[in-house]
């Protein structure tokens, strides 16, 4: 192995004869001129191959943490609020009066508009919603099922046209 490395370097160093011999041939003023702009490049590709990428992942953690303490936040925010609904139920929560009029007024008690309702025997509906905000939605359908003992038993969402809204198809149904 020994014997290689040394072979490796004589002919690196034959290989920069001409370099040498070019650079030596330069007058005094030149040479200080080569080594600058030398030490510039250096400094450059240690910049760009080594600081800059460690810069840029730094920058995309931080923007990482800082969503993911939104998403906490946003959780605790959220978790009173299921807590309390908890504790002011006493025992099974289940659906009071029609169907349709509970989530009709549930929706809009949440502030949101049902496009579409089609009831699927008397413990299912589907519903629609479009262009809704997300969270108001999110919050609705736990609040169907904490409060009303309505749970979504299927839930398709999508983007909305505009940014923050969604549209959602949903099959809910009453009980367990």
């Not at 002919?11 to 001409?18: F, I, N």
């Not at 502030?111 to 089609?118: N, S, V, Y």
Request: proline letters at 4%; hydrophobic letters at 45%.
């Amino acid at each position: 192995m020994g014997e290689y490395i040394q072979q490796w370097r004589a002919q690196a160093l034959k290989s920069m004869e001409p370099a040498r011999q070019w650079y030596a041939g330069l007058q005094h003023r030149e040479q200080v001129a080569v080594a600058v702009l030398g030490v510039a490049v250096v400094l450059m590709l240690l910049y760009l191959l080594l600081w800059k990428p460690v810069l840029n992942g730094r920058n995309a953690a931080a923007q990482r943490y800082v969503a993911q303490a939104q998403i906490v936040d946003w959780i605790a925010d959220n978790a009173a609020v299921v807590r309390e609904a908890q504790r002011s139920q006493n025992g099974q929560p289940t659906m009071q009066g029609d169907w349709i009029s509970v989530i009709n007024a549930s929706a809009t008690q949440a502030g949101l508009t049902l496009r579409g309702f089609t009831p699927e025997g008397s413990d299912a509906a589907r519903v629609q919603l479009e262009q809704q905000p997300f969270a108001p939605v999110i919050t609705w359908l736990q609040s169907l099922q904490l409060e009303q003992g309505v749970r979504a038993a299927a839930v398709e969402i999508s983007t909305g046209q505009t940014p923050g809204t969604v549209n959602v198809r949903a099959t809910l149904r009453r009980g367990s």
